[in-house]
């Protein structure tokens, strides 16, 4: 499956950089982090992935956190015919955990942003919320 994921966060003037990549990083661990500068001299840290194990730690966070049921209906919602845009809360993220949110307003430093582009979305939101049980693999409903 082809898949592209791009995960980034505003970097604000009152942030401190390595909080922000820690957030990033506690749900994609095994990216590195870029900081980019945008034209209007506001300041990105960004993660790129480029296939389905860049998000097993996110998966992992969902199963962990038991909201596989609310993220599967959000990633459907949020699905479009090739790509999901979804939102996660900050501070969330910093401490480990997947909280989802708005594009604005719900996240007092800005969310992190993840892009996931794909061919065929609905089997990324299989993978992602997917569960398995004694009788092997279920999705669920």
């Known amino acids: 499956m082809s898949i592209k994921i791009v995960a980034e966060a505003q970097l604000n003037p009152t942030e401190d950089e390595a909080k922000v990549k820690r957030a990033l990083l506690n749900i994609f661990p095994d990216a590195k982090a870029e900081?980019?500068?945008?034209?209007?001299?506001?300041?990105?840290?960004?993660?790129?992935?480029?296939?389905?194990?860049?998000?097993?730690?996110?998966?992992?966070l969902m199963k962990q956190d038991r909201?596989?049921?609310?993220?599967?209906?959000?990633?459907?919602?949020?699905?479009?015919?090739?790509?999901?845009?979804?939102?996660?809360?900050?501070?969330?993220?910093?401490?480990?955990?997947?909280?989802?949110?708005?594009?604005?307003?719900?996240?007092?430093?800005?969310?992190?942003?993840?892009?996931?582009?794909s061919a065929t979305p609905e089997a990324v939101v299989d993978y992602l919320t997917a569960k398995y049980g004694q009788d092997g693999f279920q999705r669920l409903r």
């Open 67 to 117: 909201i596989r049921d609310t993220a599967r209906k959000v990633l459907f919602a949020r699905a479009e015919p090739h790509r999901i845009m979804i939102y996660l809360h900050k501070q969330a993220a910093f401490a480990g955990h997947v909280s989802f949110c708005a594009p604005v307003g719900e996240s007092p430093q800005g969310p992190i942003t993840i892009r996931i582009e």
């Open 35 to 60: 900081k980019i500068t945008k034209p209007d001299g506001a300041e990105l840290i960004r993660l790129n992935g480029a296939s389905l194990n860049f998000l097993d730690t996110f998966r992992r």
